[in-house]
T-cell receptor, first 117, second 109 residues
Framework: GAGVSQSPSNKVTEKGKDVELRCDPI?????LYWYRQSLGQGLEFLIY????????KSGLPSDRFSAERTGGSVSTLTIQRTQQEDSAVYLC???????????????FGPGTRLTVL | RKEVEQDPGPFNVPEGATVAFNCTYS??????FFWYRQDCRKEPKLLMS???SGNEDGRFTAQLNRASQYISLLIRDSKLSDSATYLC??????????FGSGTRLQVQP
């Protein structure tokens, strides 16, 4: 079946502009995660959605970052007034969490490479 | 101190060699542990979960030492295709996973 998809695959923008990144999780997966990975670094957790629960936003680095998940499926990560330090690969992952299991395998999308000039 | 720490490498080994990576984690309440593999400019993919009793999958063996709070990954008979970055991943109790920065492996012919 289809995996996690993300769009665009690459985005180049100018400092100060807003960008929107999209994630389509695997159908039926109730959990959706956003991470970012800077060059040569590990993954940094940004935000987590689980079903209809309030999202865990504890990883968002500033109030310029926000995310939505509409209808429990597609998610959009928005970065307002982009800065050069926002340049990174933004990865989305989804998982199906069985009851009684704290985490399940996360399946990652190919990522969006954001470059802020 | 980072929650999950790994030696960044690179580890340069010849084909057929055995190589081991270690990873330490700081949160003693961590409950689940994994190794992910990430190829250059690709997304991470689950390599294997790490169980308390240790587990093996073909040429790969993972072990967990809760007392010392470290996880290891052993790769036997290295192949060129094993060249990648290996990410140590820990569930610290939040829903999202905590990733180490990765250990880069380069297997040479």
């Amino acid at each position: 079946g289809a995996g996690v998809s993300q769009s665009p695959s690459n985005k180049v923008t100018e400092k100060g502009k807003d960008v929107e990144l999209r994630c389509d999780p695997i159908s039926g997966h109730t959990a959706l995660y956003w991470y970012r990975q800077s060059l040569g670094q590990g993954l940094e957790f940004l935000i987590y959605f689980q079903g209809n629960s309030a999202p865990d936003k504890s990883g968002l680095p500033s109030d310029r970052f926000s995310a939505e998940r509409t209808g429990g499926s597609v998610s959009t990560l928005t970065i307002q007034r982009t800065q050069q330090e926002d340049s990174a690969v933004y990865l989305c992952a989804s998982s199906s969490i069985p009851s009684g299991v704290l985490t399940d395998t996360q399946y990652f999308g190919p990522g969006t490479r954001l470059t802020v000039l | 101190r980072k929650e999950v720490e790994q030696d960044p490498g690179p580890f340069n080994v010849p084909e057929g060699a055995t190589v081991a990576f270690n990873c330490t984690y700081s949160n003693s309440a961590s409950q689940s542990f994994f190794w992910y593999r990430q190829d250059c400019r690709k997304e991470p993919k689950l390599l294997m979960s790490v169980y308390s009793s240790g587990n093996e999958d073909g040429r790969f063996t993972a072990q967990l030492n809760r007392a010392s709070q470290y996880i290891s990954l052993l790769i036997r008979d290295s192949k060129l295709s094993d060249s990648a970055t290996y990410l140590c991943v820990v569930n610290t109790g939040r829903r999202a996973l905590t990733f180490g920065s990765g250990t880069r492996l380069q297997v040479q012919p």
